[in-house]
Every structure is written in C-alpha cells, then in structure tokens.
C-alpha cells in the first residue's frame, strides 16, 4: 500500500479565466476548458432546423431557442452536461453584438453553471438563407 496521499478525483473538464486574458466568467464562459483524458465528442453546427422538415422561425432569438433545446437533447444523449462542454463556437449570420446577445441569452441555460470556453464568429450567410445561427460543441464524453 502506496504511502503517499490519494489526489482527489478531477474535474471532467475544468475552466480557467487567468489574469492576463479578459475575465469571460461573469457571462458564463472561460477563456480556457481543459478536459481529463477519456473521449471527446464533437457536435456539427446545430441549427433550427427539424428532423421532420417543419418551418423554422425566420427571427434569430426563437431559432436560438431551438438550437439550445437540440442541443440539452444531444447533451442528454451524450449523458453529459453542461459541465461537459468544453468548448462552443457561435456562428451568427449578419452579426452584431445585440444579435450576439440575442442568441446568447437563449442559449445561456444550455451552458449553465459549466463555463465552456467560447468563440463567437459572424458570417454572411450560412446553409440557406432561413439560417441566422449555428452552433458547433466539443464534449468531453462521461
């Protein structure tokens, strides 16, 4: 039997704001995700889009709506959790920091209390037309 003291059991994923970065906690980020080792899952840009084909809302607040449902549904199939997520990318079609606002706030719960590491990206145009968000999410799997 081993002398030395037993470490206590890591995080999954632990999350760092340092000093000389900008100080994303406060919004419910990080600057940095480290994740223990095990497997990753890796989640394609999520859009509003239905599996059934159904018409998506035109506004970028209820698409971000939809998004943040697809995305505890893909959470739950992980069997993870928000303290999973390692890191989110926000892709946002004719962005501003309101329309980045806008979909953030949807999306706040979905990353609630996990702190990922984010980045935000604008672009002009995404899939179709229809689109004004994408979401992307690397997991550490449970």
Excluded: C
Aim: charged residues 15%; negative net charge; aromatic residues 6%.
């Amino acid at each position: 039997m081993s002398s030395e003291p037993q470490k206590a059991a890591a995080a999954p994923v632990t999350h760092h704001n340092p000093s000389f970065l900008w100080d994303m906690s406060a919004g419910g980020f990080a600057q940095i995700s480290v994740a223990e080792p095990g497997r990753l899952a890796f989640l394609s840009g999520q859009v509003a889009g239905a599996p059934n084909g159904e018409h998506m809302p035109p506004d970028l607040t209820s698409q971000a709506h939809i998004v943040a449902a697809n995305l505890k549904m893909a959470l739950t199939e992980l069997g993870a959790s928000a303290n999973d997520v390692v890191m989110v990318r926000l892709y946002v079609v004719n962005a501003t920091t309101g329309r980045f606002q806008q979909a953030l706030t949807a999306l706040r719960d979905t990353f609630s209390g996990g702190k990922p590491s984010i980045t935000t990206i604008g672009v002009q145009a995404l899939y179709t037309p229809d689109y004004q968000l994408e979401v992307e999410m690397v997991v550490r799997v449970p």
